[in-house]
């Protein structure tokens, strides 16, 4: 029998398990193991996708919300479109009405005509400028020292635009937070305005990082 192709394996994998009842209560009960289960679904679905493809699946339905959202968390990240910008620098400042007046006028800081960029991530006592690295020095000195906790020359910046169902769907974001603490990557800063989610991540990690939200989005 030929092997089909499969373009969702999260989705395939997801429906069997559902459709399943007593593999569904041990699975929940921690007494089936995963990687005999996985083995067992290729050979009996005939399907081509890598060993550990289908563990991964299984893995992430164990830890998935099991209600009737399940399957729309990653139907959302399905539609989702994910972009980085690398070379970004980081400012951590205290929320203060000078500052802000500063912020104010963006145009001041950089040069939107030359398509550079600052992203302000706004909390109650302070508040993280991002922006393009090559900015650094000068947009430091527009601020003094008293004002500024941290700085960071090192960073990155991953952008999730979602589709407006994200608002009607539950554990979106989990989901990605859940994924990346896995993979021991932390999320220094982060904005969410509407359908747009923005993640500030170290430099070195962004690749990383980038990887796995790109998984979540196009399995």
Known sequence: MKRQNIPNIREFVWKIIETDISLKKDLNRGIINVRS??????????????????????????KAPKNKETYSVYRTLNHARIATRTKMSSLLLKRTDDVKTK???????????????IRVLEGSQALTIVFDRKN??????????????EENKKVGMIEID?????????????VIYNELAENN?????????????????????LLTAFEHIY???NN
């Open 37 to 62: 289960l996985a083995k067992h679904i290729l050979d009996e679905q005939k399907i081509t996708a890598s060993l550990d493809s289908v563990i991964s699946a299984i893995r992430r339905y164990e």
């Open 103 to 117: 912020l104010g006028r963006p145009d001041k800081l950089i040069d939107y005509q030359g398509h550079e960029i």
């Open 136 to 149: 650094f020095e000068k947009i430091k000195t527009i601020f003094p020292k008293s004002v500024i906790l």
């Open 162 to 174: 979602y589709p407006r169902i994200l608002k009607k769907t539950p554990g979106v974001f989990s």
């Open 185 to 205: 990557i932390s999320i220094i800063d982060a904005l969410i305005s509407s359908n747009e989610h923005i993640l500030v991540i170290d430099e070195e990690k």
């Open 215 to 217: 998984e979540l989005c």
